[in-house]
T-cell receptor, first 112, second 113 residues
Framework: DTEVTQTPKHLVMGMTNKKSLKCEQH?????MYWYKQKAKKPPELMFV???????INESVPSRFSPECPNSSLLNLHLHALQPEDSALYLC???????????FGDGTRLSIL | GENVEQHPSTLSVQEGDSAVIKCTYS??????FPWYKQELGKRPQLIID?????GEKKDQRIAVTLNKTAKHFSLHITETQPEDSAVYFC????????????FGTGTRLQVTL
């Protein structure tokens, strides 16, 4: 079965904190994605990594910083977030950028 | 960029009835159309998909149809069950220099007993 693992499941942080979201897959997928999802809205693409290189940045503010240390891992570093950044952050992966994407359970982020 | 419209936004059907959700897309270069089911508090789950070289695909009670000329695609669920209740998202994959998935706005399906 396909599996994308995200940690932590929940995160509460202040606006001055620095934290990181982690995503891991061991399916040999070479494309990985970060999405942001607000309540009752569809997932909204933030970043795409293809073969460990950033291929799409959807004009995301610099307070979100993605990192792909290797083909199995994807991080999202957070710094100086705003209350409106509170959302569910979903990671997804696929064989390549043209293949079906499979999502993790997400990290529910709350900014105080 | 791609724009995906989805209708209806909410749909209530009785158990055993059929449900149909429709989407339209704008970019003729889009060639892959997945459907995701998202239950409350859970991940979007891929339930069926179709590529542009196919007009219809079926998997048990779920089917998807694609009309490339009209840029329409639809999800059909037959013999609905309470566990089908969820939010369903259609999506279209733009290809080219940068491939990205654009989602529709979602349909909340409620299957009542």
């Amino acid at each position: 079965d396909t599996e994308v693992t995200q940690t932590p499941k929940h995160l509460v942080m202040g606006m001055t904190n620095k934290k990181s979201l982690k995503c891991e897959q061991h399916m040999g997928h070479r494309a990985m994605y970060w999405y942001k999802q607000k309540a009752k809205k569809p997932p909204e693409l933030m970043f795409v990594y293809s073969y460990e290189k950033l291929s799409i940045n959807e004009s995301v503010p610099s307070r979100f910083s993605p990192e792909c240390p290797n083909s199995s891992l994807l991080n999202l570093h957070l710094h100086a977030l705003q209350p409106e950044d509170s959302a569910l952050y979903l990671c997804a992966s696929s064989q390549d950028v043209l293949s079906p994407q499979h999502f993790g359970d997400g990290t529910r982020l709350s900014i105080l | 960029g791609e724009n995906v419209e989805q209708h209806p936004s909410t749909l209530s059907v009785q158990e055993g009835d059929s449900a149909v959700i429709k989407c339209t897309y704008s970019d003729s270069a889009s060639n892959y159309f997945p459907w995701y089911k998202q239950e409350l508090g859970k991940r979007p789950q891929l339930i069926i998909d179709i590529r542009s070289n196919v007009g219809e695909k079926k998997d048990q009670r779920i089917a998807v149809t694609l009309n490339k000329t009209a840029k329409h695609f639809s999800l059909h669920i037959t013999e609905t069950q309470p566990e089908d209740s969820a939010v369903y998202f259609c999506a279209a994959l733009q290809t080219g220099t940068a491939s990205k998935l654009t989602f529709g706005t979602g349909t909340r399906l409620q299957v009542t007993l």
